[in-house]
């Protein structure tokens, strides 16, 4: 079955420390990967996707994911966050042959505090 | 970049009453939309694959006779949510791809319409 797991529904953390929201997928055929930003009560920003190639992937506002594809993840990261990065960060997979359809993992909320 | 507006960005209507959610690509056209429907703190659920000149194709357990999409031209997907009731009272967004990119493969969002049906 294809599925996408974002195990971490929130995550604290202080400002200026860095962080990592963690996506994991289950798929039988290859897939292309997304991380979205949502501020409340708006739409989705692409943050970055991965598509082929170089499994480093960078984004916006200093935030880069690496694409696993033993270990079927896709972790979001970034160095160095801010209380601007405070928001629902979501993980989404378009499996090919699936119609051009993104599945969403259920969001991370990340916190971050002075 | 490529835009995607939605309108009205508010709506509150009485039960039983239907209400029209707009969905536009500003700068792009878009031969397929896609309408997601999100609980609060709730992830995104794919409600139908809006297509421009053909019928819609309804994820399962969608209604589609309550759940009316329309996507008359490139540019413009509507959402009718007829004879509305309080548990329809949702976070509705639409979201569309520019074909005409090559390699995108990027769904651009709009800004989402908050429906509340009292």
């Known amino acids: 079955a294809q599925s996408v797991t974002q195990l971490d529904s929130q995550v604290p953390v202080f400002e200026e420390a860095p962080v990592e929201l963690r996506c994991n997928y289950s798929s039988s055929v290859s897939v292309y990967l997304f991380w979205y930003v949502q501020y409340p009560n708006q739409g989705l920003q692409l943050l970055l996707k991965?598509?082929?190639?170089?499994?480093l992937v960078k984004g916006i506002n200093g935030f880069e994911a690496e694409f696993n594809k033993s270990q079927t993840s896709f972790h979001l990261r970034k160095p160095s966050v801010h209380i601007s990065d405070t928001a629902e960060y979501f993980c989404a997979v378009e499996f090919t042959g699936g119609g051009n359809k993104l599945t969403f993992g259920t969001g991370t909320q990340l916190k971050v505090e002075l | 970049g490529a835009v995607v507006s939605q309108h009205p960005s508010r709506v509150i209507c009485k039960s039983g009453t239907s209400v029209k959610i707009e969905c536009r690509s500003l700068d792009f056209q878009a031969t397929t939309m896609f309408w997601y429907r999100q609980f609060p703190k709730k992830s995104l659920m794919l409600m139908a694959t809006?297509?421009?000149?053909?019928?819609?194709?309804?994820e399962q357990g969608v209604e589609k006779d309550k759940f009316l999409i329309n996507h008359a031209s490139l540019t413009l997907s509507t959402l009718t949510v007829t004879s509305a009731h309080p548990e329809d009272s949702s976070f509705y967004i639409c979201?569309?791809?520019?074909?005409?990119?090559?390699?995108?493969?990027?769904?651009?969002f709009g800004p989402g319409t908050r429906l509340t049906v009292t």
């Open positions: 979201s569309a791809r520019d074909f005409d990119k090559p390699g995108s493969y990027e769904q651009y």
């Open positions: 809006s297509n421009e000149g053909s019928k819609a194709t309804y």
């Open positions: 991965y598509l082929s190639g170089s499994t």
